[in-house]
C-alpha cells in the first residue's frame, strides 16, 4: 500500500486506515466476535493499514482495550489514534463533553493503559466543548505533547474557526470529519483550512456507515441497538431516495471492475494526498478489500459522474447539535 505523511508534521501512515468502533459498538454485531477483530487488525498491519483509530468511548472503553491487546507484540508497527473528550470522568463518568484539562489528564492516563502503551501517536479531541475555550484545551494537550505522552494532538468534527484557534496554540496534526460521496460538508471551509495550515485531514464512515457498499437495502438483520436504525438517512423515504444514489455507484464499480466501496474510497483518495479515510470493519475479507481500493484508478469522466451525485435525503445524525462545533 502507498503511504503518506499526516500532515506536515505527523507520522507516516498508509493511505487507507482502519476504524475499529463497529468491533465494540453502535453497529450490528457489535463484541460478538473479538478473535476475528483481532485477525482483522493483525491483518491491516500485514497489509500496511497503520493507522488504527478508536476511542475510550466506544464501548465505554472496551474498543481501546481490544486494540490493546491486539497489539501485544506489535505495537511499533501501528500508528494509534484515539479521542478523548465525551466523557465525563469530573463527574459521574457518563456521557457529555468536557473538554478542561483536567478531564484530559484523567482521559489520556486511561488510553494509555488500556492500550498498553506509553505513548499515543494522535490523540483527537472527540467533540468540541463551546464550555473550555479550545487555546485552553490545547494548552492541556501541549504539555501532553511536551512530556511524550501524546507525539500529536487531532480534533474531531471541529469547525474551521475552532482549528485555527487551536493551531494558533500548538500545531494540530489532523482533523477527523465525516467526509464521503454522501458527506461533502468539509469542502466549504475545513478542507481548506487544513490544507493552508498542513494538518492532515481524516474521513470518518467513507463508506457512508456501510451504505456506499451497496449491500443495504434495508434495515433487516440490523440489531434494534443498531445506531443506523435511528439515522435520518436510513428512515423511510430517504432509505429508498439514497439507495438511488448507491445504485449510480455501483454502474461506476461495474465498469471499473471493483466494488461500489471500493469506487467510494477511490473517490476519496483521489481527493488528495493529503486525505487518509479510516472504513470500518470487524472483517479480514472487508478489511481486505477496502485495502485493495488503493490500487483502483478511476478515469477523469468517472470522477466526473462521482463529483455529480445528487446529496443524500436525511441528515448525517438525528441530533446535528450533538456534533457540530
Sequence with gaps: MRTTALGANGPVVGRVGLGLMGMSAFYTGKGQDDAESIRTIHRALDLGVTL?????????YLNEELLGRALAGR?????IATKWGTLLHRGDGGYGRDGSPENLRISVE?????????????????????????????????ELVAEGKILGYGLSEASAETIRRAHAVHPVTAVQSEYSLWTRDPEASVLPA?????IGFVPYSPLGRGFLTGTIRSLDGFDEADFRRNNPRFEGENLQANIRIVEQVDAVAAAVGATAGQVALAWLL??????????????????????????????SEQLATLDALEAPAGDRYADMSSVQG
Excluded: C
Aim: glycine share 10%.
Design 52 to 60: 488504527l483509530d478508536t476511542a475510550e468511548m466506544y464501548g465505554p
Design 270 to 299: 483521489a481527493q488528495g494526498d493529503d486525505i487518509v479515510p479510516i472504513p470500518g470493519t470487524k472483517r479480514v475479507a472487508y478489511l481486505e478489500e477496502n485495502a485493495a481500493a488503493d490500487a483502483v484508478v478511476l478515469t
Design 110 to 142: 486511561g488510553s494509555l493503559t488500556r492500550l498498553g502503551t506509553d505513548h499515543i501517536d494522535v490523540y483527537y479531541q472527540h467533540r468540541m466543548d463551546p464550555s473550555v475555550p479550545i487555546e485552553e484545551t490545547v494548552g492541556g494537550l501541549a
Design 75 to 79: 505495537r511499533d508497527e501501528a500508528v
Design 194 to 198: 487544513v490544507r493552508e495550515l498542513g
